[in-house]
Every structure is written in C-alpha cells, then in structure tokens.
C-alpha cells in the first residue's frame, strides 16, 4: 500500500471517530436538556390555597376565596369569572416550567428578576409563595421566572405571563342579554341619529310599524334575531358613572334598542335597553373592530363585535314593510267598492245575527260566494315588487283602480288603496294616503281585466 493510500484511511478513521464523540455528545446533551424541560417546580394543594396576589408595584389584583368562592377583594359583589380564576390556582399550585436557565443571584439580574414585571403571590393559611415573572425570551416568547426563597431560573411559557397580565375586567363573567322570547315580545324600537323604527305586535300576532302600516313579520323576525344573537365580548368599566358613559360615547349614543316583553317566568312586563357608541377601541384588524355598549339593567361597559351591529345602523322603515298591499280580512268590512277608469261596481256581504251565513251582492244583485271570492282574493293577495320610501307626492296622475273596504254601519274605511301610475315598470300602491309600494305594471293588468268581467 502506497504511503499516501495509508494517510487517507489515517484520516478517513479519525473523521469517523470524530464524528461518533460529536454524536454521543449532542445525545448526552439533549437527555440532559430533556431532564431539564417541563420541570415541576413545586406542587401545592389547591383546597389550600385562599388567596391570589398578581401584577406590578403599580397595579395589583387581590383576590380571595370565601366559602369555596373566588371574589375580587376590592368588591366582592365583582362578577368575577370562576373558571378564570380556578385557572389560575391550577397554574400556580402545579409550577411548571419549560427549563431551567441557570442558577444564582447574578442570573436574577441577566433576566430581568431583580425588578420582576410581574409577582404573583399564591397565599394558604400559613404561607405565601411569591413567582416572578421577568424579561421576555425575544426568540421564543417564553418569559423568565423564578420563585421567592430559590436562585434557580427558569422560563415559563408565554401563556403564563399573558394569563397574569389581565386586568380584572378580562375576569369579568360576561353578561347576557334578557332572555327575550319572540313570542313575548310587544314591540321593539331602533333608533339612531337620523331615523328611528319602532314595531309593534297586533293581538293577531302580526307586526306594524309605528306609523300603523303593515310589516313584514318574516323581515321583523330575522331583525330581532339578530338582536338575540348579540353577545358581549369584553368587560371594559364596571358600574360606571354618568362621567364614565360620556368617556365611552354612551352618553349621546349613536344608536339605542329598545325591547319591550313579558317575563316568560314570571310573567312581568319589562323593557330592556342597548346604547351603542358611535366609536370603540382602536385596532389595526378590521374584522376585530367593536363598539361599546351599555344596558342600565346590567352591570358595566362591555365591548361587542362592530360587525354584528351594522345591521342596526342603517336601518329604514320601508326596509321591513309587507309586500301585501291591502290583505284586509273578511270579516273586518262588509262592504269593497271598486273603481276603475271604465266604471264603477260595489260588492256587499249580509250577515245574518248568528253569522253563520253570509249573502254576497254585486250592486244589489245577489251572486255566489264563489263569484265574489274570485275578486276577493286577488285582492286580498295582491302583492307589490319593491318597498320605497313614501312617493306619495310623486303620484299626481288619475289612478287607474281604487278599491275600498268599509262598513256600511259607521261608513269607517278600513282600506283604500289607489293604483296610481309611477314610471313605465310601476304602478305606486297608495294606501291610506301613503305610498310605500311599487306594484308591477303588469300585475296590475292582469288584475284590471279581471275586474273589467264584472264592469258589464
């Protein structure tokens, strides 16, 4: 064998030997970092613990447990979250750390723990336990910490730092809104700066609107649903003042609902109210954008996602209006006058005292039920294609149908609905004096020629 074929295996060898110490070396030091991870730095009795301490020098959570119940110190009457805080006994009687760091008083200073950012302190009845919590690991998010009493380091999760940065707000149980059942409900209301809506429930279960015209029940349930599904977000002041409202814009709100019901349990009339803010906390994350809200029913200033409340405002009545024009029920008038441009016909229904039946006419002749249900019921289910604000004023022209409904006995009218023409596509439905509707062109023919069969 050549001199240099012998170098080459000499190194070829010592490259092998090199790199099986470099293997059973990285192999030591990993079993050695794993002992050191997910270190149980004590444990301690949770049904031992009777009180929580945590925050800075500055601002200081106190909270103490009374009869097997957490409560704010500075309040007992606090709605504080009791998973919140059981959460925070678990953390702090199973101390658990990812690893240790090092060991000494100088490492207190190398991270941050002479002057921690945070201290919390667990208190039994005989011992106080002081973790603090120092800098921030800017590579892995995880926060140093060590315990009162003991020079070793360690560092926590950033979970753990987070959970002892809340505030007692974040600890608030969140209200709900009153259980509001749609059936309970009498009316609602929706105001805002430059309109307000109101419905109301008539004995029949149908809705109105507040100017006593005809809403469409399917539109007005789907509104309050969404009222339903509100849920609050965040606690943001608790019992605030007059002074507080006006900080967070509640004072003159941009929008307020009103809701008035009836107590499913204990059947007492209630109303409950909703102000909304015009503006809420800043945020660069669009979709996390919210408003303040407040019900003097409840407890505190809450935030609520500002994309389930736009619905609110901007909100018309024209919006929720029934697209059936005049659906007056038979046995509210006993007599429908009809008039077109061709002529004039009057239908009539006698009612016998025990009203079990009934004569129709047509201009004084008698005709089959039959034969006034066939113009009834177009009527009756004439329906328009657009809601629009009020054109009353826009229909100068003759109408082309008029029909009314009354009662012969006080000569009330119950409906009068004028078919008046509006552009080439539309006929305005004015009932009442207000034009609300637009009914398709040919839709009204129809009608007119059905009508024209009993002119002659």
């Known amino acids: 064998m050549r001199k240099e074929e012998k170098k080459n295996l000499i190194l070829m060898g010592l490259t092998a030997v090199c790199l099986l110490v470099i293997y059973l070396l990285l192999g030591w030091m990993q079993s050695r970092q794993s002992a050191q991870d997910d270190t149980t730095v004590y444990t301690l009795d949770q049904d031992a613990v009777v009180g929580l301490e945590y925050g800075s020098s500055d601002n200081t959570v106190k909270l103490v447990k ?9 309040d007992e009457n606090f709605p504080l979250n009791q998973n919140f805080v ?28 002479e002057m921690p950012s945070i201290v919390v302190q667990v208190k039994t009845k005989d011992r106080v336990i002081k973790i603090l919590l120092g800098d921030i690991n800017s590579a892995t998010g995880d926060c140093y910490m060590a315990v009162e009493g003991n020079e070793k380091v360690y560092t926590v999760d950033a979970t753990f730092y987070t959970l002892f940065s809340n505030d007692i707000m974040a600890m608030a149980s969140r209200e709900s809104l009153p259980d509001m059942q749609m059936e309970n409900v009498a009316s609602f209301k929706i105001e805002n700066d430059e309109n307000t809506i109101e419905f109301q429930k008539k004995a029949d279960g149908t809705w109105i609107t507040s100017e006593n015209t005809a809403a469409d029940s399917g539109l007005i349930t789907e509104l309050f649903a969404k009222i339903l599904k509100l849920r609050y977000e965040q606690m943001v002041v608790y019992q605030p003042g007059e002074e507080q409202l006006a900080e967070y814009g509640l004072d003159i709100p941009q929008t307020r609902l009103t809701i008035n019901y009836t107590d499913a349990e204990s059947s007492d009339k209630k109303s409950f109210e909703l102000l909304i803010s015009r ?102 289910a004439f329906a328009a294609e657009r809601r629009v604000s009020d054109i009353a004023d826009q229909l100068t022209r003759k109408p082309v149908l008029t029909y009314i409904y009354s009662n012969r006995a006080d000569g009330e009218e119950k409906a009068r609905v004028e078919l008046i023409p509006y552009d080439q596509n539309y006929y305005g439905a004015k009932v009442n004096g207000k034009a609300l509707l637009l009914v398709n062109r040919q839709k009204v023919n129809e009608l007119l020629r059905k009508i024209s069969e009993y002119m002659n």
Do not use: H
């Open 279 to 380: 503006v809420g906390p800043e945020t660069d994350e669009e979709e996390k954008a919210a408003r303040y809200v407040y019900s003097r029913e409840g407890c505190g200033i809450y935030t609520i996602r500002e994309s389930n409340l736009t619905d609110f405002f901007q909100i018309a009545p024209e919006d929720f209006l029934s697209l059936s024009v005049a659906p007056v029920k038979k046995d509210k008038f006993d007599t429908l006058t009809i008039e077109t441009e061709t002529g004039k016909i009057a239908f009539s229904i006698d009612r016998e005292s025990d009203r079990n039946r009934e004569i129709y006419r047509l201009n004084e002749s008698e005709i089959t039920e039959a034969e006034f249900n066939s113009v009834y019921y177009q009527l009756y």
């Open 66 to 74: 009374k009869d097997n119940i957490w409560v704010y110190a500075d």
């Open 86 to 113: 059981e959460t925070m006994v678990n953390k702090t009687t199973q101390l658990k750390a990812r690893r240790r760091v090092a060991s000494g008083k100088n490492a207190f200073q190398k991270y941050g723990l």
